[in-house]
Structure formats: structure tokens, C-alpha cells
């Protein structure tokens, strides 16, 4: 079974700040590795996605995560926030066999000050 | 193209009440998602349909049915309503395989429902 933890409920930068939201996984095979974004009353929107080759993975938005096998992580991290950024960010794993279903973590508001 | 549509938006519904919650893809994708959305618990799965014909329960499925009406369209439906399914719905959908990294999921925008 898949399972995903995500430290920290809320995370808050200021403008120009280094982001970084933390997702740790559990998988029993190999994962897939997603992050979402949801922007306030909306639907979640792919940020970006691991699933072979390259462990460092650059997605919409300046973003990037890094998947780390020995660490199981796969923290989203983005050199300078803007206030734009300001959203809720989910991290997610799937199987990589077989029909494949999302199982997401529990969500990380990113809040950013000017 | 619209993506993924969900109707209604918000719906208010009384204890024991029933109602359908509509979703609709215009991608051509084969595979549709029903999630529930509470704080602090992120995105659980209800029922999921991986192609047209075909559907299964998810993480969470008491006290809901679904229909995979056509390749377009899978709707969610509560027979009676109770309190604990005050949440926000969305319907997704994605190509082959299920979520794959190849085709990953695409969201409507939601579904808020209270029950009183």
C-alpha cells in the first residue's frame, strides 16, 4: 500500500523566500510522485510529476522536487516565492503497475507576506 | 474545452435527503475519479471508474453509489444524506492507465455540500 505524509499544515514565507513544503512517502513498489496545487475555490492542477529516470524534477512556476529514494522523499521546493504562489499544495503516489489511483497527502497551505 | 464540469456548485441538503451530483469530461479520457475533500485530510477516494462499463469502490464508499452513465459522464449519488458527508466533490478524470504519470488527473471545480 501507498501512503504519503506531508509536514506542516501551514507554511509561511515572505516575498523572495525560499519555498519548501516537505512530503514523505510509503511505498511497498516503486512510486509515482506527484505534487498538486489548489488555488482558492478551484480543482487541483498537476505541478509536476516523477516517475523514471531524472531524481530532480522541474515543473510550472519556477517549482521543483527532488526525489530521494534512500530518504523516501519528495520535498517541492521554489527559490523565490511570489504571492502568487499563495495556494494549498498536495503531495500524491500511485503504484507504478497496473491500473494506478492517486493517494494524496493531507495538504500544505502556503501562505505568502509581502 | 471546459475539462471537467461539476454540477451543481453548492447544494444544501436536509438529513435523509438524496441527491446526484453530475460530472462531465470533454478530453476523451477513459478513466473517472470521485474524491471527497476534508480539512486536514486531503483528497480520499470514493469510487473511481476505469473505463466505460466498469466501476469500484475507492478509499471511502459508504453511503455513496455511482453511475458511469457513458464514456463522458460518471455521476455520484446519496441515497440519504447524513452530516458526515458535509464536504467538498470532485469529479476527475485522466487517459489509460488510470493516473498515471503519462496522464495525470484533471480536476473539476468542485461540489460544496452541506447537510444539515
Request: hydrophobic residues 30%; glycine residues 10%.
Amino acid at each position: 500500500a501507498q501512503s504519503v505524509t506531508q509536514l506542516g499544515s501551514h507554511v509561511s514565507v515572505s516575498e523572495g523566500a525560499l519555498v519548501l513544503l516537505r512530503c514523505n512517502y510509503s511505498s511497498s513498489v516503486p512510486p509515482y510522485l506527484f505534487w498538486y496545487v489548489q488555488y482558492p475555490n478551484q480543482g487541483l492542477q498537476l505541478l509536476l510529476k516523477y516517475t523514471t529516470g531524472a531524481t530532480l524534477v522541474k515543473g510550472i512556476n519556477g517549482f521543483e522536487a527532488e526525489f530521494k529514494k534512500s530518504e523516501t522523499s519528495f520535498h517541492l521546493t521554489k527559490p523565490s516565492a511570489h504571492m502568487s504562489d499563495a495556494a494549498e499544495y498536495f503531495c500524491a503516489v500511485s503504484r507504478n503497475t497496473g491500473f494506478q489511483k492517486l493517494v494524496f497527502g493531507t495538504g500544505t497551505r502556503l501562505l505568502v507576506s509581502p | 474545452n471546459a475539462g471537467v464540469t461539476q454540477t451543481p456548485k453548492f447544494q444544501v441538503l436536509k438529513t435523509g435527503q438524496s441527491m446526484t451530483l453530475q460530472c462531465a469530461q470533454d478530453m476523451n479520457h477513459n478513466s473517472m475519479y470521485w474524491y471527497r475533500q476534508d480539512p486536514g485530510m486531503g483528497l480520499r477516494l470514493i469510487y473511481y471508474s476505469a473505463s466505460e462499463g466498469t466501476t469500484d469502490k475507492g478509499e471511502v464508499p459508504n453511503g455513496y453509489n455511482v453511475s458511469r452513465l457513458n464514456k463522458r459522464e460518471f455521476s455520484l449519488r446519496l441515497e440519504s444524506a447524513a452530516p458526515s458527508q458535509t464536504s467538498v466533490y470532485f469529479c476527475a478524470s485522466s487517459g489509460p492507465g488510470g493516473s498515471t504519470g503519462n496522464s495525470p488527473l484533471h480536476f473539476g471545480n468542485g461540489t460544496r455540500l452541506t447537510v444539515t
